[in-house]
């Protein structure tokens, strides 16, 4: 009870990471069917099980949709905030500590997005199919990171069971060669009347304006790439924003397919209801379901993989496979963040992920809880007396003659 009392953020988490799992997410879900795909799994480099407390807490922030990032940001903010200035010392002190507790969210969300780290990779049992990305981006893009080259996306690629990727800058037609670590594929993503639209394939320039004046003028991009020999993916989230009422007219006009899951923060809010309706269409006219990595530069990890099927069309070419925690963003209330993703980050551990934290926070808790001995050196007395290793104690000095 004593130890409960002292160390109860320490005891909370012990119990949280044993109750969650019993009801665990899987690590995957094909998102069609929304069972755990029986032929591709994730594979924890042994650092990422190793660092499970700290690599599963960026994937969590990495996989934020923007609301929800918003709310926890803000709440976690005031409350470290507050827990800061309300311990004790002086009132200097105080708020020097309230303020770094305040700025921990921000140092935790800028190590989300730019720290090097182990990473999840996918692992097929088919060969025969290509894993693969639909729509990433370089700094060719606005938006992109300052010096994220093709080489730097291939790597990234690399790192999480990619084969292949399709290169998508905005309004910028991708025409480099890249086939190693992993190949890079032509495309770009064009931005017109509200719509962003992925162009996949060796596409040209193309003149905006001309689809760029209402919604009508719109329709008239999907014809215009199977002109150029290219295919027209519908991006999220802005047919699901902007153009939801006109779907069937961008079937009608020629649109080969929506993306179904993108792992942009600003496009994770999308929900399984409306992308149920998106897959009976596309399921209805036969049309082509991928997910996406909107890869940017910022972050290190994915949420989705596309598993292309040799020679297959349509629907059945190509299978999404996500993680939970990122389909869990549509479903949730923004606000309820700060406690929800936690606690969704804390369902998806593996059982090597759970022994991990469960052995970081009991080391943490022994070392803080057990008291030290007068001569024990600094920080390592527990150490020194646990394993009975004199060269960490102060030699006594001799007795006075």
């Known amino acids: 009870m004593n130890l409960l009392r002292r160390h109860p953020i320490a005891c909370a988490l012990l119990l949280l990471v044993l109750l969650s799992a019993?009801?665990?997410l899987p690590p995957l879900v094909d998102v069609v069917s929304g069972a755990p795909p029986g032929d591709a799994e994730l594979s924890l480099p042994v650092w990422y099980v190793v660092l499970a407390p700290v690599s599963n807490t960026?994937?969590?922030l990495t996989f934020l949709s923007l609301d929800r990032a918003r709310?926890?940001?803000a709440v976690w903010v005031v409350a470290l905030a507050a827990w800061g200035y309300l311990r004790g010392g002086t009132r200097r002190r105080r708020v020097a500590r309230g303020l770094a507790a305040a700025l921990a969210p921000f140092v935790a969300g800028a190590a989300a997005a730019l720290l090097p780290r182990p990473v999840a990779r996918l692992v097929t049992a088919d060969s025969s199919v290509t894993v693969i990305d639909y729509?990433?981006?370089t700094s060719a893009s606005h938006d992109g990171r300052p010096g994220w080259t093709a080489l730097d996306l291939a790597r990234w690629h690399a790192a999480q069971g990619f084969a292949a990727s399709y290169v998508t800058d905005h309004n910028?037609?991708?025409d480099q060669r890249v086939g190693q670590p992993v190949r890079l594929?032509?495309?770009?993503?064009?931005?017109?009347?509200?719509?962003?639209v992925v162009a996949l394939a060796d596409t040209l320039l193309i003149d905006r304006d001309r689809f760029n004046r209402d919604a009508r003028s719109l329709l008239a991009v999907f014809p215009e790439l199977h002109r150029v020999g290219a295919l027209g993916i519908a991006s999220l989230p802005e047919y699901w924003r902007n153009h939801w009422d006109d779907l069937d007219d961008f079937v009608a006009a020629g649109l080969d397919g929506f993306e179904i899951v993108n792992c942009a923060p600003k496009a994770l809010a999308f929900s399984d209801a409306p992308r149920g309706q998106v897959l009976d269409l596309a399921r209805q006219h036969d049309l082509l379901v991928v997910g996406a990595s909107d890869n940017h530069g910022?972050?290190?990890?994915?949420?989705?993989?596309?598993?292309?099927l040799p020679g297959a069309k349509g629907y059945a070419a190509n299978r999404v496979v996500a993680r939970p925690i990122a389909l869990a963003q549509g479903e949730w209330l923004p606000w309820t963040a700060p406690y929800t993703q936690g606690w969704l980050m804390l369902r998806g551990l593996s059982w090597s992920e759970r022994v991990s934290w469960l052995t970081w926070v009991l080391v943490i808790l022994i070392y803080r809880a057990v008291p030290r001995r007068e001569g024990d050196a600094r920080g390592l007395g527990i150490l020194a007396r646990s394993l009975k290793v004199r060269i960490f104690r102060r030699r006594a000095p001799p007795p006075s003659a």
Do not use: I
């Open 71 to 73: 709310w926890l940001l």
């Open 172 to 174: 910028v037609v991708f």
């Open 185 to 196: 594929l032509p495309g770009a993503e064009w931005s017109v009347y509200g719509q962003h």
């Open 135 to 137: 729509h990433a981006h």
């Open 58 to 60: 960026l994937d969590a």
């Open 298 to 308: 910022w972050g290190k990890a994915t949420c989705v993989w596309d598993l292309s």
């Open 22 to 24: 019993l009801d665990p």
